[in-house]
């Protein structure tokens, strides 16, 4: 299997590579059409501000070479934390950025003057049944959560929930596309097993 983790210049790429490493599970990092073109699997992961992100990812022809791939070839792709988001439609952050819209999701910053943001540290998520990322997990996961923006969709993206004082989309996927606000690589071993789970059934 050849899993190519895309850097476009805003992701924790060392990280997300070591724990793929752990699973016995070989990558590269590069953002080069001809390594998209080979690979099995993507993970598009991502920390940062989502209009920067956008603007590196049009700078190096990433938005169409992930179109070609994902949406025309259907390679499967997760999207972690930042890179989940970029999946979506678009953002309200930094007065609005228009995303890959892969899935129908927006995102926008927690406004909610009852919690601390970002929001910060492990926190439980609610698995949908039929969802694919967690299969043989279990019904209560905890997971590592950083970030101020959160994405909401009123279609049925395959998302499963975490509550941070009101819901919000802590994962999806639909088809190839999968995606998580959390980070699977500094979750330990329920990470891992997200982490196997799409390299297995996606």
């Known amino acids: 299997m050849k899993v190519v983790i895309v850097d476009y210049g805003m992701g924790n790429v060392r ?6 490493k752990f699973l016995n599970v070989d990558s590269i990092i590069s953002s080069e059409e001809k390594d998209l073109n080979k690979a099995d699997k993507l993970i598009l992961p991502g920390v940062g501000a989502f ?43 930094g007065g609005g950025t228009e995303g890959l819209g892969f899935v129908d999701g927006c995102v926008g910053i927690f406004n909610d003057e009852y919690v601390i943001i970002p929001h910060i540290g492990f926190n439980q998520v609610t698995p949908k049944s039929s969802s694919r990322l967690y299969r043989g997990m279990g019904h209560s996961l905890d997971f590592y959560f950083v970030h101020s923006h959160k994405m909401d969709s009123n279609s049925d993206i395959g998302q499963s ?37 799409f390299l297995e059934l996606f």
């Open 51 to 93: 209009g920067s992100a956008m603007e590196m990812v049009k700078a190096r022809g990433l938005d169409v070479a992930l179109c070609e791939q994902v949406i025309q070839r259907k390679k499967p792709v997760l999207g972690i934390c930042l890179g989940m988001q970029l999946l979506g439609v678009s953002s309200d952050e």
């Open 161 to 197: 929930y975490c509550d941070y004082n009101g819901n919000f989309v802590a994962s999806f996927e639909r088809d190839n596309i999968a995606g998580t606000q959390f980070h699977p690589e500094l979750s330990k071993t329920n990470g891992l097993d997200v982490l196997k789970n």
């Open 15 to 20: 990280s997300v590579a070591s724990a793929l």
